[in-house]
């Protein structure tokens, strides 16, 4: 129980502190960063003291039953590989906290940032300790939506638009591709819990799904971490903020990739298949991130292809099926997050300092910046891969495993190609530290600038520079038993003996190492020209390569839409519905047997037959009378008010209470909505088009009719309306059966429900909230000038009666939520009629009298809404129930006696929040609109009188 509370919390944390700094968002930088980091530093405690048994082989899991239907179940698990992911994900994400509270400018908005940074880690969190396939990919997609809004937070840059969507584009394409991916693993396993499938490499290996699962794994691993062909997308995130690139490149993000990769060795690894592609992929990667970065001049782009090269090698040694090197593999990852994370923390100093990141730029900083000069030189160094920093040891690993395998059959052509690999990565290590930090100042005004900032900002890369040295000079003591663990469980193979130390003698790694040095100062030497050849060369761009692969892909798919589909929605509807009729004819030509079924009818009495034709009469006036709006408005809600007594009728008093509380808060809001539009609506039908959509109208209402009819003449035999009934109070401790239903037994339904409700509100917002502004803004006015206004706009009578009928609605709201579990109503109802009191506030006294008076915000009605909802359902599983099972219990009370309170309250709460937030998000969007669009008129009008002169 105590590990199941300490991964829940841990992975909790983040998402916490992400809802907090959403709430507090109006508070300062303190606040926002305090909560963050606090999450962050919560986390490390709760993993350091996992620590001892992770490593020493316990395996802390636990696992709540979701979805148990798909496989799908919210399961936990830490091991040593988990643990070591988890661990640079919290630290450097704490140092990446400090760091951006010093390192953003002032006016920003620092609770966007530091929120989206917690969901950002949050998923990264969910990702490594995921104990089940299907939650790894809800985490897996939630990272690169975490991420869009990371990249694309400075929205006023189009680099900052363009590279969150390419960043989505790629990555999110690789996800779907991960999805079917993981989804036949779990075919091919016969489970989705981890731990099992890992277990079965041997069955998944054999299984004939083999080839599809390695591809479609591999295309989402290789999205993710940036390897070619998919690698152009990484260098245009670093239109971020630097410390969100600082935490991407190093221990997020990209390491996603590498991160399952090692997960499932065990299963994917050892075939030739997956040998040749992933080792193949990982050295091409690498190269080319290398050459480029070389050449490259903005100090957060020549890190940006240092960190594909990177990861390019640590995807080529996993892509070996070797155990060591696996265990190099590890060790670089370490490294990796190390002096990647202290290296684009100190180009975002030198640029928050300099003013520029452009390298041609600068030069001689050490004078001006002694501090970041040492950091940022030591964390090049050990990129380089230079004794006696901890590069060089997992440099040398790599070096010592590529004799090992002889790939497309020649021995020699691993070692040489990844001894160029690290020469270029020489190369490119030392230009950044000596043309940055070393010689003459190429520019006056950059170096006049230039000075070490507080400790706040280069604390946090200082530290971890001192941990890349440390893992050169004592990496058996600092790291050896973490990645021996980790290890184990990346091969599956146990633990294995090796020794982690800066001399291993002269042997060929040693060659090869010496080679790449010389060569990379031969490159450094020699930059200029090889600069001015490789610019002669005009190679080809990757992003101008995409955005003509979208370009091409755009043309030729509106050709083929307008070549298969009309443009005309008439059209296209008629289609629709034409196909409907045909296979509803086809269905029931093959059905054959009796029309009419052996139930007995019930008799119609007058009232029901009377209704029934007014219902036929104002179907038909709506359908003759369609241009005008206002008529047809009338006869809609006469159709609403017999619908909800034909519920009445049948004894169903909680849709006939929903229908007509839908109804009048639907006529209201469409009422208002008539205001938006001209007064005369456009001709769009002639009259035999008219009489064919009218017989497909009347055939497709024959039809069902028939089918109703059929339906409702036969016996139905054994339904779930009687387990509903059996099971709705001692199951659900309601006596309402349709509550109960709504909130327990298909509360997962209504929860979707109120989020696209939800959704659908802040739909209505985007669109109209433009509606005020520009082309539209301009035929709104014009609508409304030829709109005559009552002399009396607010009768007093009206209003007089909406302050009497406000407190008594409200009453009733309240009384129709508290029986709801067990009498018709509920939330849903009881949200209806307490928005209708608020419409006829605004109905009756205006949008600016009544918009003054109200004390809540319809987008935070919303949130609130959906996650109480949402916790109710977390809380059933925290307490081992499924996710939204109801709690109740009874209670007694001095005076009041026996009573119930159930969890589905709370539930109900969500409900009624989200419900009533849309209808009064929709209701200010539709009542305040045509205002908005007169005061900006006369804002504009004012501004050109006041630029031209005029009085």
């Known amino acids: 129980m105590a590990d199941a509370l300490t991964l829940l919390l841990l992975i909790a944390l983040p998402f916490l502190a992400a809802l907090m700094i959403g709430l507090l968002h109006g508070a300062g930088r303190g606040v926002h960063s305090a909560i963050?980091?606090?999450?962050?530093?919560?986390?490390?405690?709760?993993?350091?003291?996992?620590?001892?048994?992770?490593?020493?082989?316990?395996?802390?899991?636990?696992?709540?039953?979701?979805?148990?239907?798909?496989?799908?179940?919210?399961?936990?698990?830490?091991?040593?590989?988990?643990?070591?992911?988890?661990?640079?994900?919290?630290?450097?994400?704490?140092?990446?906290?400090?760091?951006?509270?010093?390192?953003?400018?002032?006016?920003?908005?620092?609770?966007?940032?530091?929120?989206?940074?917690?969901?950002?880690?949050?998923?990264?969190?969910?990702i490594v300790i995921a104990g089940n396939v299907l939650l790894l990919l809800v985490f897996w997609e939630m990272t690169s939506l975490a991420s869009f809004l990371l990249i694309g937070f400075w929205q006023h840059k189009p680099e900052a638009r363009q590279g969150a969507r390419m960043a989505l584009a790629v990555t999110g394409g690789g996800g779907l591709a991960l999805i079917g991916g993981m989804i036949l693993l779990g075919l091919a396993a016969g489970s989705f819990d981890l731990a099992t499938i890992l277990s079965r490499g041997e069955d998944v290996q054999a299984s004939p799904l083999y080839p599809a699962i390695l591809g479609l794994v591999l295309l989402g691993c290789f999205t993710k971490?940036?390897?070619?062909?998919?690698?152009?997308?990484?260098?245009?995130?670093?239109?971020?903020?630097?410390?969100?690139?600082?935490?991407?490149?190093?221990?997020?993000?990209?390491?996603?990739?590498?991160?399952?990769?090692?997960?499932?060795?065990?299963?994917?690894?050892?075939?030739?298949?997956?040998?040749?592609?992933?080792?193949?992929?990982?050295?091409?990667?690498?190269?080319?991130?290398?050459?480029?970065?070389?050449?490259r001049h903005d100090l957060k782009s020549i890190l940006a292809y240092s960190t594909i090269s990177q990861l390019g090698?640590?995807?080529?040694?996993?892509?070996?099926?070797?155990?060591?090197?696996?265990l190099a593999a590890v060790l670089h990852i370490l490294n990796h997050a190390a002096f990647k994370a202290a290296l684009f923390m100190s180009a975002g100093i030198v640029e928050h300092e300099s003013g520029t990141r452009d390298i041609r730029r600068l030069g001689g900083l050490a004078k001006a910046m002694p501090i970041t000069a040492l950091i940022a030189t030591l964390a090049a160094a050990s990129m380089a891969g230079l004794p006696p920093l901890g590069g060089f040891i997992s440099k040398e690993l790599m070096l010592y495993e590529t004799p090992k395998l002889a790939l497309f059959g020649l021995p020699w052509l691993l070692p040489v190609l990844a001894t160029i690999g690290a020469t270029f990565s020489v190369g490119y290590s030392l230009r950044l530290a000596i043309h940055l930090f070393f010689g003459k100042p190429r520019e006056p005004e950059p170096f006049a600038r230039a000075h070490d900032p507080s400790a706040g900002m280069w604390g946090a890369p200082a530290l971890l520079t001192v941990l890349a040295v440390l893992l050169g000079l004592i990496p058996m003591a600092l790291a050896a038993p973490l990645v021996g663990a980790v290890t184990g469980v990346v091969t599956g193979a146990g633990v294995p003996a090796f020794e982690l130390a800066l001399w291993h003698g002269i042997n060929l790694?040693?060659?090869?190492?010496?080679?790449a040095v010389a060569g990379g100062v031969l490159l450094l030497w020699q930059h200029k020209p090889l600069l001015a050849a490789w610019e002669r060369a005009g190679l080809p761009d990757a992003k101008r390569m995409f955005e003509a692969a979208l370009a091409f892909a755009d043309t030729w798919v509106r050709k083929a839409v307008v070549a298969t589909h009309t443009p005309s929605l008439q059209n296209m509807l008629f289609a629709a519905f034409a196909v409907i009729v045909l296979l509803v004819i086809d269905g029931a030509v093959a059905g054959g047997g009796m029309f009419t079924g052996s139930r007995a009818g019930l008799p119609a009495p007058p009232p029901a037959v009377i209704a029934w034709a007014l219902l036929i009469a104002a179907t038909a006036a709506v359908v003759n009378d369609a241009r005008n709006r206002f008529r047809v408005l009338i006869y809609i809600s006469v159709i609403g008010l017999i619908?909800?007594?034909?519920?009445?009728?049948?004894?169903?008093?909680?849709?006939?209470?929903?229908?007509?509380?839908?109804?009048v808060v639907t006529i209201l809001l469409l009422l208002l909505a008539l205001n938006l539009l001209p007064k005369a609506p456009p001709l769009l039908s002639s009259a035999?088009?008219?009489?064919?959509?009218?017989?497909?109208?009347?055939?497709?209402?024959?039809?069902?009719?028939?089918?109703?009819?059929?339906?409702?003449?036969?016996?139905?035999?054994?339904?779930?309306?009687?387990?509903?009934?059996?099971?709705?109070?001692?199951?659900?401790?309601?006596?309402?059966?349709?509550?109960?239903?709504?909130?327990?037994?298909?509360?997962?339904?209504?929860?979707?429900?109120?989020?696209?409700?939800?959704?659908?509100?802040?739909?209505?917002?985007a669109l109209l909230d433009t509606a005020a502004v520009g082309a539209a803004g301009a035929r709104l006015r014009a609508w409304r000038e030829d709109t005559a206004h009552s002399p009396e706009r607010h009768p007093m009578m009206l209003v007089a009666a909406s302050r009497i009928i406000l407190p008594l609605t409200l009453t009733v709201g309240i009384f129709l939520f508290l029986r709801g579990h067990n009498q018709p109503g509920g939330g849903f109802i009881a949200a209806l009629v307490v928005a209708i009191a608020f419409l006829v506030q605004y109905l009756a006294a205006g949008y600016d009298w009544s918009n003054a008076r109200k004390r809540f915000g319809e987008h935070k009605l919303i949130a609130w809404g959906v996650l109480a909802a949402m916790a109710t359902g977390l809380g059933a599983m925290v307490l081992g129930q499924p996710f939204l099972k109801s709690w109740f219990d009874y209670f007694s009370l001095p005076l009041i006696g026996k009573f119930e309170l159930a969890s589905a309250m709370l539930f109900d709460v969500g409900v009624f929040l989200t419900v009533f937030g849309a209808v009064m998000l929709a209701l200010a969007q539709l009542s305040h609109v045509a205002q908005r669009a007169a005061r900006a008129h006369a804002a504009k009008v004012a501004a050109e009188r006041g630029e031209g002169g005029a009085p």
């Open 36 to 126: 963050a980091g606090g999450a962050s530093a919560g986390g490390l405690i709760l993993l350091a003291g996992l620590a001892a048994p992770v490593i020493g082989g316990a395996v802390p899991s636990a696992t709540w039953a979701w979805v148990p239907a798909l496989g799908l179940d919210l399961a936990l698990m830490v091991d040593p590989l988990g643990w070591m992911f988890a661990g640079l994900i919290l630290g450097i994400g704490f140092l990446v906290v400090i760091f951006a509270h010093f390192y953003l400018y002032k006016g920003e908005d620092t609770g966007r940032f530091f929120a989206s940074l917690m969901l950002f880690q949050g998923a990264m969190l969910g």
């Open 225 to 295: 971490s940036a390897q070619f062909p998919f690698h152009f997308w990484l260098p245009h995130a670093m239109a971020a903020p630097t410390p969100v690139s600082a935490y991407l490149h190093s221990a997020t993000m990209v390491k996603a990739g590498v991160f399952l990769l090692a997960r499932l060795w065990p299963v994917l690894a050892g075939t030739e298949a997956y040998t040749l592609i992933v080792t193949s992929v990982g050295l091409t990667t690498m190269i080319i991130g290398a050459v480029v970065a070389l050449f």
């Open 313 to 326: 090698m640590l995807v080529m040694l996993l892509g070996f099926s070797l155990e060591a090197a696996a």
């Open 509 to 515: 790694a040693l060659i090869l190492s010496l080679a």
């Open 643 to 663: 619908i909800s007594l034909a519920f009445a009728r049948f004894s169903a008093p909680d849709l006939a209470l929903t229908q007509i509380s839908v109804e």
């Open 688 to 765: 035999p088009r008219k009489w064919r959509d009218g017989a497909l109208a009347v055939t497709g209402g024959v039809l069902v009719g028939g089918i109703a009819w059929a339906m409702l003449t036969r016996d139905p035999g054994a339904t779930i309306a009687a387990y509903h009934l059996a099971n709705a109070k001692p199951g659900g401790g309601g006596t309402n059966v349709v509550n109960v239903i709504l909130v327990d037994f298909r509360a997962f339904d209504t929860l979707g429900e109120i989020i696209v409700l939800g959704i659908a509100g802040l739909g209505i917002f």
